[in-house]
């Protein structure tokens, strides 16, 4: 699967003699889009292989992962769980655009308090699911694991070398990851994370060995799902000059992080950087519900 190179071309980009281009891994699929289609795609083949019949995972209401293992899971034949966050959400779950669709695909719900999400990762909680669902293909949450990062690898094909950097958004690192394992050794990789958090360098670091990249950790807006009214009015002005729909939760992130970079002259002359657009655009629905309760203008669409 390839996707095009599209370049960006706003004023304050040729005022500071910076080439951006974007992969426009956001028209893969409207909902398995971008990252999550790559991260999934060995994970798939590795679970009809072990001849596993349900796909199990993790996720917020919101969750591009919840909506693309819903959807990926029933087109290839796999009955989808989900542990979703926030046990309040059993009453209104419906209202909510991402988890509706993931049931119109038939994934099953189990809704969880905060603290029990928390054990995600303990494998005595693991058991006891599998105790009460049968064996299962546990995808983790944001489908991070080495099979999604081989997938991510395939991001990068032979022509992009030619650019100096490769910029993406960052959730878990999984899309980093692949991306870094991929890139040239004359190439930097530089990953912008969603949310605060020292962990994810060494997160990170479990599935490279390269060391040409570099987090820029000054774009999170507070956290993760957290946004402001620069952060919105960026991304409808951003829709409006150049035709490219962002989503606020990571690929805002991204491109505001990039632009103000280059306005900030971070940037050499002459450089040319590639920015990795990993989709997410299902969340927008929901995202504008958000935005309204806090008073905060919404995205354009
Ligand atoms: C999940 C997601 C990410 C984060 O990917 P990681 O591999 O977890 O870092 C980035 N962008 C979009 C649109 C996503 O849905």
Redesign the pocket.
């Known amino acids: 699967m390839q996707v095009p190179n599209q370049e960006i071309t706003l004023p304050l980009l040729a005022e500071n003699q910076v080439k951006l281009f974007v992969k426009r891994e956001d028209l893969i699929h409207p909902i398995v889009?971008?990252?999550?289609y790559r991260?999934l795609k060995y994970n798939l083949l590795e679970a009809k292989k072990t001849a596993h019949s349900t796909l199990f995972t993790f996720g917020g209401a919101y969750s591009?992962?919840i909506a693309a293992v819903a959807f990926a899971g029933k087109k290839s034949g796999f009955k989808t769980i989900g542990v979703i966050r926030g046990e309040e959400l059993v009453e209104v779950w419906e209202e909510n655009p991402t988890l509706r669709f993931a049931h119109e695909q038939g994934m099953q719900f189990h809704f969880v308090s905060r603290e029990q999400y928390r054990q995600k990762n303990s494998p005595k909680f693991i058991e006891e699911l599998q105790n009460q669902n049968g064996l299962f293909y546990l995808l983790p949450e944001?489908?991070?694991n080495a099979l999604?990062v081989k997938g991510?690898e395939e991001i990068l094909t032979p022509e992009d070398a030619e650019f100096d950097y490769v910029c993406?958004?960052?959730?878990?690192?999984?899309?980093?990851a692949g991306l870094i394992n991929s890139s040239n050794s004359n190439q930097t990789v530089l990953g912008f994370p969603?949310l605060k958090g020292d962990f994810l360098k060494e997160d990170i670091y479990k599935f490279v060995t390269r060391d040409n990249w570099n987090l820029i950790t000054n774009y999170h807006f507070g956290g993760y799902a957290k946004m402001d009214r620069a952060l919105i009015e960026f991304i409808n002005d951003f829709r409006l000059k150049t035709g490219i729909q962002l989503?606020p939760?990571?690929?805002g992130k991204l491109f505001f992080g990039i632009m103000d970079r280059v306005e900030k002259g971070y940037f050499e002359r002459n450089t040319r950087i590639l920015a990795i657009h990993?989709?997410?655009l299902q969340g927008i629905q929901g995202m504008n519900i958000v935005l309204k309760q806090k008073n905060l203008p919404t995205l354009n669409v």
């Open positions: 889009s971008g990252n999550k991260k591009n992962h944001g489908g991070t999604a991510c993406c958004c960052v959730g878990t690192g999984g899309t980093l969603a989503d939760i990571y690929t990993t989709g997410g």
